[in-house]
């Protein structure tokens, strides 16, 4: 396993340094480092870093150095998202539009089209720039070579969309038509990725307990589960321990079932109550927090949104609807390397399902309506993949689900009539489908047992976390998946 390049460096800083004096607790090396980053002089802001956490070996501020450390590995991770060199992005193109001439591709990168940084004075695209091209441009969707096919997902949607409105007109309940799943999640850490004989500990995300998503149990595993975090858990997992051996990989598994139900609350806006603003809870989430921040955009834009609107209810689903109109889908960055995702989604009118799901949380806390983060798997025939929702909390109804990635998609990319689009996206504001795995309730938790290494994920918990000592495993590394089986009872 080669070291990165930041490493390498580091290493020789340290034996190059020497020790000095112990540094105050607050460390100008990171707000330099950072300033150097912003001008894309990555080497420069790595020697930075390095001399700092050279400095810090003896030093009796444990938390300096670990974000000293962090810093550092997060060069390498912007490094990872920004991979492709012009030429590269050019040739991938190329085998994906229709008659792409090199002309038109200039044209779009002087358009500031793609995601791009200058890192040590070569210019890196992001590595999804192919794919995000087609969600932020549509016109051009019809010069695409072998587009994929949503009509699966589509159909899935609609159909769930349309039974569980219909059971809850019926019922006059908003839990119904369960249905229980059998999934197997494996991570896969590449052979000879530690040493052999090196304790490989890793955490795989299982269900955590909520009204819609019960009858949790671990039924099958790879190797013993060393510790199953509370069913309550705000980020729930499974723990495990595993020796690597040479040339093999290492391989964690856990199989478990659980029943979820769809909701579909009827959400009348005069219903609506008072909150109790000194109960605990509602503190927490209306509270500023991780990338939850009341900047002057928010406010900004909330101002413009909400103006003199009072009822939560309404002012949430104001914001709820303008993200359906303004905010476009696209492929993240890893969520570690950006320092406030709400106002990066706000300011680049783009993101992907967690980035939308923190703007609208900000927006709504800000306006003193708790919200939280939901998240784990969407396994939605012909749409499976990890993904974020929300909550808010609305008197007298509790804590009611808003997904906004699934009205930008109804709004944005639903390829049926206007009617059934719009339909798709007032379901997911009050509504959910069945086809959720959720593990985490909350954002930027920290896993039980604690990791002894910096996160490869520090916002979400979706495609489990690995380390070894107190090295982080990071995501290039190993590899994850789900298996989904819904079980006929």
Not at 23 to 44: C, D, N, V, Y
Not at 263 to 291: C, M, N
Not at 388 to 413: C, L, R, S
């Amino acid at each position: 396993m080669n070291p990165p390049f930041s490493r390498l460096l580091f290493a020789f800083l340290v034996a190059s340094v020497g020790y000095a004096q112990e540094p105050r607790p607050e460390s100008p090396a990171i707000r330099e480092a950072m300033r150097l980053e912003e001008q894309g002089k990555f080497i420069e802001a790595t020697a930075v870093l390095g001399r700092a956490l050279a400095l810090q070996i003896s030093s009796p501020f444990p938390e300096i150095r670990k974000e000293l450390e962090f810093e550092l590995d997060r060069l390498d991770r912007i490094r990872k998202d920004y991979s492709l060199t012009r030429s590269d992005l050019y040739d991938a193109l190329k085998r994906s539009v229709k008659d792409l001439t090199e002309e038109e591709f200039e044209t779009w990168i002087a358009e500031g089209r793609f995601d791009s940084r200058v890192i040590d004075s070569v210019q890196y695209f992001m590595n999804a720039s192919r794919s995000n091209l087609f969600f932020r441009y549509p016109e051009l969707r019809n010069r695409r070579i072998n587009p994929p096919s949503d009509a699966q997902f589509e159909a899935s949607t609609l159909d769930a969309v349309k039974t569980i409105t219909q059971a809850a007109q019926e019922r006059r309940a908003p839990f119904v038509l369960p249905r229980t799943f059998r999934n197997t999640m494996t991570v896969t850490l590449k052979a000879n990725t530690v040493p052999p004989g090196e304790l490989v500990r890793a955490w795989l995300p299982v269900p955590t307990a909520f009204p819609h998503q019960l009858n949790i149990a671990v039924k099958a595993t790879s190797s013993p589960v060393k510790f199953l975090a509370p069913m309550d858990s705000p980020i729930r997992s499974a723990y495990f321990e595993q020796r690597a051996e040479r040339d093999k990989p290492t391989v964690f598994s856990v199989e478990y079932e659980y029943t979820a139900f769809g909701i579909r609350f009827d959400l009348q806006p005069l219903a609506v109550q008072p909150y109790d603003t000194s109960d605990a809870t509602y503190k927490t989430f209306t509270a500023e927090g991780p990338h939850v921040v009341f900047t002057p955009l928010i406010r900004a834009l909330s101002d413009s949104l909400a103006g003199s609107e009072t009822n939560p209810l309404v002012k949430a689903r104001t914001f709820y609807d303008w993200i359906t109109e303004n905010i476009q889908y696209s492929y993240a960055l890893e969520y570690s390397t950006i320092r406030n995702i709400s106002e990066y989604c706000l300011t680049k009118r783009y993101g992907d399902c967690g980035q939308a799901a923190l703007l609208f949380i900000t927006l709504c806390r800000f306006n003193g309506i708790p919200a939280r983060w939901q998240s784990g798997w969407l396994t939605m025939p012909g749409g499976k993949t990890i993904h974020d929702w929300t909550e808010i909390f609305i008197n007298p109804y509790g804590w009611i689900p808003v997904d906004p990635y699934m009205g930008v998609f109804a709004m944005q990319y639903f390829s049926g009539p206007g009617a059934e689009r719009r339909m798709i996206r007032d379901f997911y504001f009050g509504g959910l489908d069945q086809y959720r795995m959720a593990a985490n309730s909350n954002h930027s938790q920290a896993l039980n047992p604690p990791k002894q290494s910096v996160r490869s994920d520090t916002v979400d918990f979706q495609r489990g976390e690995l380390e070894f000592g107190q090295v982080n495993i990071y995501f290039d590394k190993y590899s994850y998946s789900l298996k989904v089986e819904e079980i006929n009872r």
